[in-house]
């Protein structure tokens, strides 16, 4: 069962561009939006939002205490200052514990493998994030991939290899490559753009010399 959060929220009335006024006093504005939930604006001390969100990313069920009430909600978009990375406003998704929803997770390669080890081979990996559905309680924060089975060039795992709990549906195609070794890349081979670019340049502007040349003797 995913881990849940607790974090004190206050109903908002300060709307648009004044929102403003309510960073400068350390609160954060956000919104609480669902299927079936009318949007709710609400702030935010910034410092425990900013550990909340720390520790419960976007698979963790964030209870929010708006003003005496509480409400299960999931942290859906955060905005932050391009600048300084500081949280600039938060929109959290409601749930229910009967309504399943979706969330990205991340794909964690653990082990080594035996053709990375003895340099046979090098690690590519095609997936790093995968979409799930799942209801509030099953919801994970990654899925491992275990590489320690890899020992040739060309060995691969493919989505349909992992072992993934049922109550969770994967949103992706079976057949998705997850990671696979590659044979170790020449360094002083020409990489694809540079091929791209040796094919793209004119055609044996040598040629036209050695016309030029012959028509000269001519003369």
Known sequence: MADTYKLDAQAR??????????RTQGLVPATIY??????????????????????????HII??????????VIAREVQRNVLRGTIMHVDFL????????????????VGESPAVETRIGELAQQTTTLS???LPADLIDAVEVDISGLKEVGDS??????????KI?????????????????????????????????????????KGKAEEEEEE
């Open 13 to 22: 009335t300060v709307v648009g561009k004044k929102v403003g006024q309510l």
């Open 34 to 59: 669902g299927a079936k939930f009318k949007p709710v604006s609400v702030q935010i001390p910034y410092r425990p939002l900013e550990v909340a969100l720390l520790h419960a990313g976007g698979t």
């Open 63 to 72: 209870n929010l205490n708006i003003d005496g009430k509480g409400q299960n």
């Open 94 to 109: 409601a749930v229910d514990a009967t309504t399943r929803i979706t969330a990205d997770i991340a794909v964690h390669l």
């Open 132 to 134: 799930i559905e799942a």
């Open 157 to 166: 795992i493919h989505l349909r290899d992992l072992t993934i709990d049922p």
């Open 169 to 209: 549906t994967v949103l992706a195609d079976p057949d998705e490559l997850i990671v696979r070794i590659n044979p170790m890349r020449d360094v002083n081979a020409p990489t694809e753009d540079e091929l791209e670019a040796a094919e793209a340049a004119p055609s044996e502007p040598e040629v036209i010399s």
